[in-house]
Nanobody, 122 residues
Framework: QVQLAESGGGSVQAGESLRLSCAAS????????MGWFRQAPGKELEEVTS???????YYADSVKGRFTISKDNAKNTLYLQMNSLKPEDTAIYSC????????????????WGQGTQVTVSS
């Protein structure tokens, strides 16, 4: 059974940083698009960033220059470094895995983690 487990969420002040991790098990991690999503209360699910199997990255405009996605294929772990956090970044952050061999540009994901809460106060 495929599992994606996020960790690293928490409560911080505006301007601070957090690093999220997503550990994948029973998944061909290196050959998939991996993405980070977030959902704030009362808002729609937003794709924050993604990384293709070749390392190509994509970012939402709202996080460009502040967030960095990376992965360690040997550890089957996805990361999200979040700097200069703002109150509007407050949300539940989830990682997702795309279909085997599919590019992130297709925006199709078939495995999801449970999510981790990030709260940024002003």
């Amino acid at each position: 059974q495929v599992q994606l487990a996020e960790s690293g969420g928490g409560s911080v002040q505006a301007g601070e940083s957090l690093r999220l991790s997503c550990a994948a098990s029973r998944l061909t991690f290196s050959s998939r698009c991996m993405g980070w999503f977030r959902q704030a209360p009362g808002k729609e699910l937003e794709e924050v960033t993604s990384i293709d199997s070749d390392g190509t990255t994509y970012y939402a405009d709202s996080v460009k220059g502040r967030f960095t996605i990376s992965k360690d294929n040997a550890k089957n772990t996805l990361y999200l470094q979040m700097n200069s956090l703002k109150p509007e970044d407050t949300a539940i952050y989830s990682c997702a895995a795309g279909f085997l061999g599919w590019s992130c540009r297709l925006k199709k994901y078939n495995y999801w983690g449970q999510g981790t809460q990030v709260t940024v106060s002003s």
